[in-house]
């Protein structure tokens, strides 16, 4: 049995950014920018074989070839990318609550910061990576990262409740 439900249309609200969402952004961007700077700057030390991954342990297990460190880079920029184009459009995000008239401003700065916060902490877990490959250290990846990010979703989720 199918049935249609009737799509509430969201308020489209241009929002200017708070000096929170600034500083991450300034901070997502001086990062790809060291990212890339270090990468440049030590190439030519860099021995041919790198770690291509790391255990549960944090233990390296497998190597690679040096051009490996283009991925960290690479993808810290797509997602940055990514996500900076989707903090445009708060209106089409999932919310945990209902987004009305009264509460959509709020809710749509809460969100888009909880996008910038997660985007420039992405970009900080790779600059983790690439680190961690260069100077071939034991690297526990996983749970610091989904610590973090659980942790940053925790509270902008508790946020949204709170505001609603």
Not at 8 to 32: N, Y
Not at 129 to 142: D, G, M, V
């Amino acid at each position: 049995m199918a049935f249609s439900e009737k799509k509430s249309v969201r308020p489209i609200i241009k929002l200017s950014f708070t000096s929170t969402e600034l500083i991450l952004e300034f901070i997502a961007v001086i990062s790809l920018i060291f990212m890339i700077g270090t990468l440049v700057s030590s190439w030519p030390s860099i021995s041919e074989v790198v770690p291509k991954h790391f255990g549960p342990t944090g233990e390296i297990d497998a190597w690679g070839n040096k051009n490996l460190l283009y991925f960290p880079i690479t993808s810290a920029v797509i997602i940055y990318i990514f996500l900076s184009v989707l903090t445009r459009f708060p209106h089409s995000y999932n919310y945990p609550v209902n987004i009305t008239e009264e509460n959509a401003e709020r809710q749509y700065r809460t969100a888009r910061t909880l996008i910038i916060a997660v985007k420039t902490e992405i970009v900080l877990f790779f600059i983790y990576i690439q680190w961690n490959i260069i100077s071939k250290t034991k690297a526990l990846f996983l749970p610091v990262f989904l610590f973090i990010l659980l942790g940053t979703l925790c509270y902008f989720v508790y946020r949204a409740y709170k505001l609603k």
